[in-house]
């Protein structure tokens, strides 16, 4: 029986900086209520050093959290911004500093511009220090920023992360910061590293998507071992955005794991988190685009209509009542079209037709729609109605 993931959102710190405009306390206060009402429990909810805006709502969300929630802050690995990360969210009943830097030879050697060895110390010495202040009322977190670019120096990395484990780490998070190859040679990666760790540390991955991977990338993660995902609602994130929360839940939920998450609500989540970003949701995105449950084509009209009323239908992924879209295939009619779709079509409209009728009246409609494109309900009930 696998272990029920633990989901961190970042949705108020990566989601977040990655608007063009940032959200106020009022919008940050709304999208944390979201996330608590799915059962969320990890929120990172801002990077308090950035900005004075971004250190009051951190203190403000941690002061309005439940004993239920652990409220986490991102900060460089700087001591006078790990001190101001701990003093946003000490008020916190379960405070979490959440630390990061770069661990990749790349980004070590031409951003960090400093030795691996010193890295490794500072990396060291920034979990000491933020232990020390959190001590036993939170966690700490720290993240080599990077991971997926580190294939060529992974001992080095996980001797860094047993160190900052030893130093007082609960969490090590693995990021394919930039996602660049096949998931596969990450969660390689990931599962070397879980069986390096002690058991007391989580192990955890947070997925960008910039090659659209991300979603596959997190769920094969989990089962090489690492117990935490970090996500963001839609996938909102830098660049292409990060890994879909509810993407990686369905998918999940769909392999038998039990997510802990109230999936129920997802729709409806969803759709709010696209007006709050001013991010729409596109037409074909999974799950929630909206022709994420439209059928064209006359093969999977039939198989969509014959399999309507089961819980796994012949061509869509799950039954989308389980995340909260009551309508599980809907029907467009075009000239690719076939006879099921019709069929459905009218039976909505309370008409019938009969196998010939059927056969007919589809070389009406085709005809019609090689000039006219789709035709709606509309247009095929009036074309039903001029030959009867």
Partial sequence: MKITPVFHDTTLRDGNQSLAKPWNL????????LLRALGVEKIEVGFP???VMDFETCRTIAQTADGNTTVGALTRAVEKDIKTTYESISCAANPRIHIV????????????????ERVKELAVESVAYARSLIRDRGEVQFTAEHFGDCMENLDFVTETFLACAKAGADIINMPNTVERYRPYLFTNM??????????SVTASVHCHNDLGMATATSVESYFAGAVQIETCMNGIGERAGNANLFEIAAVLNNCGVDTGLNMKLFAQTAERMSELSATPIHIK?????????MHRSGIHQDGAAKTKNMAKGAYRPMDFSAIGREQNDRMGFTS??????????????????????AADFIKICKAASETEGELSPDRIIALYCAVR
Avoid: D, H, W, Y
């Fill in 26 to 33: 009022e919008a940050k206060l709304e999208v944390f209520g």
């Fill in 49 to 51: 050093s950035a900005s």
């Fill in 101 to 116: 830097l770069a661990l990749s030879p790349f980004t070590m050697e031409n951003v960090l511009k400093m030795p691996p």
């Fill in 190 to 199: 990931v599962e070397r590293v879980v069986k390096a760790l002690p058991q």
């Fill in 285 to 293: 995105a999974p799950l929630f685009g909206e022709e994420a449950v």
């Fill in 336 to 357: 690719q079209s076939g006879r099921s779709a019709l069929t459905e079509i009218l039976a909505q409209a309370g008409i019938s037709l009969t196998a010939q009728q």
